[in-house]
C-alpha cells in the first residue's frame, strides 16, 4: 500500500477553483485513477471526473498530473513516493464543466468537420459499414490541452485532427481530398502550428501530431507544385 | 475574435476569452519541458533581434557624426558591462539561429522523436560558440 495526497482543483464556472486535499492509500500496482476513484468512494461522492475503461482506450480519463497532461489510467502510483503530494488540475484549453472535468466539445466539432469515423476495412466485424475508430488516436485531447496555439487561436484545428487528416489523406479510399486540403492548407490549419512539440511528448498512443503537420506541409506544398505545373501546360 | 478562411469549427470559450487570457497561453510554463522552453527562448530572442537591429542602427548612425563620437562609442564598447551585453547578443543571434533550423526540421515533419536532443544541443552549442566569441573579444581587447 502507498499513502498519497491528492490535491485536486475542486470547482466551477461560477464557483472559484480551491484545492482540496485528500489523503489515500491504494496498492502500489494501481494507477492515479483507482486513488481517485477510492477518493470518491470513501471520501467525496461529490468529486467530479471522467474515465470508463482503465486501459489507455476511451480516452476520458485525461488530467494534468503535477502540470503534465497524462491519462489517469496510465500513471501509476508507483511513480510516486510514500506520502507525495500529487497535484490533479482539469485539461487546458477546454470550457471547464467542474473539478477534474472539461467539455471536449471543441475536440470533437473538429473531429466532425472532418467527418472522422474513420477504421481499417480489414478492421472492420461482419455486417458493420462504418467504424469510429480512428487508428491510434483515441481522442483523449491531452495535445489540444498541451498546446499554446489551441488556447490562444480559437479556430486552430490543433494537433489530432491535423494528425486525423493526415491519416486520411495518406488512406484516402473515397474521401474528398480536395476539403481536405482546404481544411489542412487553411491559415488555421497544418501553417498555424509552431513546433512547440507538446503534443508529440504528452500523446499516450504514440500518434506524434507534429511529424503529421509537418507531412501535410509537405503534401500541400508538392500538391500546389503539381497544380502550377498542371496551369502552366495548359 | 479570429477570422477563418473556410467553416471552421471554433471554440467559443477561447474566442470569447480576452487578449490577455489567450496570450498568457504561450507562457503558461506549468508542466512544461524543452519544446515549450525551446519556443519561448525562440520568441524572446527573435523579439530581442529586433530590438537589437534598430538598436545597431542607431549606434551606426554615430559614424555620421564624425570620428569623435565614434571613438567615445568604442571606448564605450571595451567596458566589461558591454562585453556582458555582447555575450547575451550573441548566445540570442546563436540560438536563435541554430534553434531555427531546428524548427525549420521539425516543421517540416523531420526528427520529431529527437526534439528534446536537437533542442539540448542547440542550446549547448550556442553556449560554447559564445564562451569561444567571447574569449576571443577579450583576447582583441
Ligand atoms: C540565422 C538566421 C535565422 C534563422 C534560421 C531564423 C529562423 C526562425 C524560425 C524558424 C522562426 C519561426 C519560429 C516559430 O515558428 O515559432 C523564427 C522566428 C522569428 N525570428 Fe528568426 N531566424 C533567423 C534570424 C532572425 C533575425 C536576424 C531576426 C531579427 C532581426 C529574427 C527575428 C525573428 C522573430 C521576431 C521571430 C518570431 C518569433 C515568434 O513568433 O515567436 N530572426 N526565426
Ligand atoms: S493525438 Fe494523442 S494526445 Fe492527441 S487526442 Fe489523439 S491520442 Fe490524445
Ligand atoms: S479510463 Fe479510458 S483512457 Fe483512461
Redesign the pocket.
Known amino acids: 500500500m502507498r499513502t498519497l495526497n491528492l490535491r485536486i482543483v475542486r470547482g466551477g464556472p461560477g464557483r472559484p477553483a480551491t484545492y482540496q486535499t485528500y489523503q489515500v492509500s491504494v496498492d502500489e500496482h494501481l494507477n492515479i485513477l483507482d486513488a481517485v476513484q477510492k477518493v470518491w468512494a470513501t471520501q467525496d461522492p461529490t468529486l467530479l471526473f471522467r474515465h470508463a475503461c482503465h486501459h489507455a482506450s476511451c480516452g476520458l480519463c485525461g488530467v494534468r498530473v503535477n502540470g503534465r497532461e497524462r491519462l489517469m489510467c496510465l500513471t501509476p502510483i508507483a511513480e510516486f513516493p510514500e506520502g507525495a503530494t500529487v497535484t490533479l488540475e482539469p485539461l487546458r484549453n477546454f470550457p471547464w464543466v467542474g473539478d477534474l472535468v472539461v467539455d471536449v466539445k471543441p475536440l470533437m466539432d473538429r473531429m466532425a468537420a472532418i467527418q472522422a469515423p474513420y477504421v481499417r476495412k480489414d478492421e472492420l466485424t461482419a455486417g458493420s459499414e462504418e467504424g469510429t475508430r480512428f487508428e491510434d488516436c483515441i481522442e483523449c485531447g491531452l495535445c489540444m490541452s498541451a498546446c499554446p496555439v489551441v488556447g490562444s487561436d480559437s479556430a486552430y484545428l490543433g494537433p489530432s485532427p491535423l494528425a486525423m487528416i493526415k491519416r486520411l489523406l495518406e488512406e484516402p479510399r473515397g474521401r474528398d481530398i480536395q476539403s481536405l486540403c482546404a481544411l489542412a492548407g487553411d491559415a488555421h490549419g497544418a501553417w498555424r502550428c ?2 512547440v512539440m507538446e503534443c508529440v511528448e504528452v500523446c499516450p498512443s504514440n500518434v506524434d501530431p507534429s511529424q503529421a503537420i509537418g507531412w501535410l506541409r509537405r503534401y500541400l506544398i508538392l500538391r500546389g507544385r503539381r497544380q502550377l505545373a498542371g496551369a502552366e501546360r495548359r | 475574435m479570429d477570422r477563418t478562411l473556410s467553416s471552421l469549427p471554433v471554440s467559443e470559450h477561447v474566442a470569447r476569452a480576452s487578449w490577455w487570457r489567450r496570450a498568457a497561453a504561450w507562457v503558461d510554463l506549468h508542466g512544461r519541458r524543452e519544446g515549450w522552453l525551446a ?1 519561448i527562448l ?2 524572446v530572442t ?2 530581442g ?2 530590438f537589437y ?1 534598430f538598436l545597431h542602427l542607431t549606434v551606426l548612425s554615430t559614424l555620421a557624426r564624425g570620428r569623435q563620437a565614434w571613438d567615445a562609442f568604442i571606448a564605450l564598447a571595451r567596458s566589461p558591462l558591454f562585453v556582458a551585453f555582447d555575450a547575451v547578443l550573441i548566445f540570442g543571434m546563436l540560438y ?2 541554430l534553434n ?2 531546428r ?2 526540421l521539425l ?1 517540416l515533419g523531420v526528427g520529431s522523436r529527437r526534439q528534446a536532443v536537437l533542442f539540448w544541443g542547440a542550446f549547448v552549442l550556442s553556449i560554447v560558440l559564445t564562451a569561444v566569441a567571447v574569449r576571443m573579444i577579450l583576447m582583441m581587447g
Open positions: 509552431h513546433s | 519556443f525562440m520568441r527573435g523579439i533581434l529586433v537591429l536563435h539561429g531555427g533550423l524548427v525549420i516543421g
